[in-house]
């Protein structure tokens, strides 16, 4: 552990040069070094490496046995390191790659804009643009390459082709009400008033909607009379604060609302609707260094509000 400590990048761009050159002369051209300053920087690597990295064969050299197997790991070593300067230069140019988010409503009124909030005091200065939209829809532009990242509920298998999906939190369905709605002080609540009132749900395309069928059938509730389909949150927000509508939506959308006490939630078992929310991307493709860098944020900001 010691001898590593000594190692420098100097050493590992030396010895691949010298590696890649078959030549301790025409790698201290390349460098801009004095070929006595080459050779002086191997053998400072092959002592702290404990092993002969380079041996003399006639007038010239050929890396040693050693020295082919620790070549392998300092190159890929210096390209990391090289990668990672490359990385952080990008971050720093303005019209550098955007950052390219799909997000479903899910997370669009509540981690998105934390997350978005934390990349820009961090000074970051690559462009952002935020999409939002059925899940369908963001997963085929994200798998066209025309968004970088989406974030939302996991996708059925059939939609996960050429995907990856990374779990961060979970979240479920629920049946949510204005606090002045007259079922949200029923003491004895019948889950078949809901009927008489409009019910908002999710549209076909809309990823919960399939729990929402579901949590139809497990509650024996029947289609109700006046159903609206949208995934559009701020409608959903104005019909239900104006006109004594049922929304049945993911927890995370309203969250707020319910808990500053403007909404309520309706005493219905959705256990069975929770599902794992997180981030997908391509699996044929690397995220650039502002994406990544947003990514990691996203999930910061999840950990510290869970």
């Known amino acids: 552990m010691n001898s590593l400590?000594?190692?420098?990048?100097?050493?590992?761009?030396?010895?691949?040069?010298?590696?890649?050159?078959?030549?301790?002369?025409?790698?201290?051209?390349?460098?801009?070094?004095?070929?006595?300053?080459?050779?002086?920087?191997?053998?400072?690597?092959?002592?702290?490496?404990?092993?002969p990295l380079i041996e003399r064969e006639g007038r010239g050299i050929r890396i040693s046995q050693y020295g082919e197997v620790f070549l392998r790991h300092a190159g890929s070593s210096l390209t990391a390191a090289r990668n990672g300067v490359n990385a952080l230069a990008e971050l720093d140019v303005a019209d550098g790659p955007r950052i390219r988010l799909g997000a479903l409503p899910t997370v669009s009124t509540t981690t998105v804009p934390l997350a978005?909030?934390?990349?820009?005091?961090?000074?970051?200065?690559?462009?952002?643009?935020?999409?939002?939209?059925?899940?369908?829809?963001?997963?085929?532009?994200?798998?066209?390459?025309?968004?970088?990242?989406?974030?939302?509920?996991?996708?059925?298998?059939?939609?996960?082709?050429?995907?990856?999906?990374?779990?961060?939190?979970?979240?479920?369905?629920?049946?949510?009400?204005?606090?002045?709605?007259?079922?949200?002080?029923?003491?004895?609540?019948?889950?078949?008033?809901?009927?008489?009132y409009p019910v908002l749900v999710p549209t076909g395309q809309s990823i919960i909607r399939p729990f929402v069928d579901r949590l139809f059938i497990e509650q024996g509730i029947t289609e109700p009379s006046q159903v609206i389909e949208t995934v559009s949150d701020s409608f959903g927000r104005t019909f239900v604060k104006n006109h004594k509508a049922v929304w049945i939506i993911s927890r995370a959308v309203v969250a707020a609302e319910i808990d500053g006490g403007e909404f309520a939630t309706l005493p219905v078992d959705t256990e069975s609707t929770v599902g794992s929310i997180g981030l997908c991307t391509r699996a044929d493709a690397q995220l650039s260094s502002a994406c990544a860098l947003f990514a990691d944020v996203l999930r910061r900001v999840i950990a510290e509000n869970a």
């Open 5 to 51: 400590r000594r190692m420098k990048l100097r050493h590992l761009e030396t010895f691949v040069e010298v590696a890649r050159q078959k030549s301790v002369s025409r790698a201290a051209e390349r460098l801009h070094l004095t070929q006595p300053a080459v050779t002086r920087t191997i053998r400072e690597l092959e002592d702290i490496c404990g092993r």
């Open 116 to 196: 978005v909030a934390r990349y820009l005091e961090a000074g970051m200065r690559n462009r952002l643009k935020i999409v939002t939209g059925e899940n369908r829809a963001l997963l085929d532009q994200l798998r066209n390459g025309e968004l970088d990242l989406v974030m939302g509920r996991l996708p059925a298998p059939d939609m996960m082709l050429g995907l990856i999906f990374e779990p961060l939190y979970r979240d479920k369905v629920i049946l949510a009400v204005h606090a002045s709605h007259p079922l949200a002080d029923r003491k004895r609540f019948s889950v078949d008033s809901i009927s008489n």
